[in-house]
T-cell receptor
């Protein structure tokens, strides 16, 4: 399995509180992604990173921010959690070797419940 | 905006038959397309990648086609087995490696 770890794996938080999810990789891959997965919506891209300090928004970025201060860590922050952000969050990593795209490897997921 | 559509209804087939899953997209010109398998409670796992200049790719019992004119990919599992039951996701990527997923299709293979 690719060396990718998400933490925490489960979290329950109250509406209005800030929450940070962490994704850590040991593969030295350039690209990192945060997705959320909800029934009927599949995987939706929140933010992705194409290098240290280089990030871009995905299709559902409102209410989320990210930071990548070093290659191995990609943090996802919910500044003020809302119930609509209850979801399963997946981190993924990928690489592009000599202009050849490779597959994405996914973490185990974080189940976040906002009450 | 970019849109990727997969069969929203579950696909039920008999063991030994060929399963065919569809991925259609609009407002996008991907450089490549990927297929993933996802089991309950787990993250997706990569199966196959096909590039825009390729028509077909095979890997064991899996076959993927990619028609950039129709904006469609077909994913085939031949001689399907109950162990193939899972959700299958297609994903599109471009030069920036920004990876966008479809909603997925649940495949159930009946023994």
């Amino acid at each position: 399995d690719a060396g990718i770890t998400q933490s925490p794996r489960h979290k329950v938080t109250e509406t209005g509180t800030p929450v940070t999810l962490r994704c850590h990789q040991t593969e030295n891959h350039r690209y990192m992604y945060w997705y959320r997965q909800d029934p009927g919506h599949g995987l939706r891209l929140i933010h992705y990173s194409y290098g240290v300090k280089d990030t871009d928004k995905g299709e559902v970025s409102d209410g989320y921010s990210v930071s990548r201060s070093k290659t191995e860590d990609f943090l996802l922050t919910l500044e003020s959690a809302t119930s609509s952000q209850t979801s399963v969050y997946f981190c993924a990593i990928s690489e592009s070797l000599r202009q050849r795209n490779t597959e994405a490897f996914f973490g185990q997921g974080t189940r976040l419940t906002v009450v | 905006s970019q849109k990727i559509e997969q069969n929203s209804e579950a696909l039920n087939i008999q063991e030994g038959k060929t399963a065919t899953l569809t991925c259609n997209y609009t407002n996008y010109s991907p450089a490549y397309l990927q297929w993933y398998r996802q089991d309950p409670g787990r993250g997706p796992v990569f199966l196959l990648l096909i590039r825009e200049n390729e028509k077909e790719k095979r890997k064991e019992r899996l076959k993927v086609t990619f028609d950039t004119t129709l904006k469609q990919s077909l994913f085939h599992i031949t001689a399907s087995q109950p162990a193939d039951s899972a959700t299958y996701l297609c994903a599109l990527g471009g030069a920036t490696n920004k990876l966008i997923f479809g909603t997925g299709t649940l495949l159930a293979v009946q023994p």
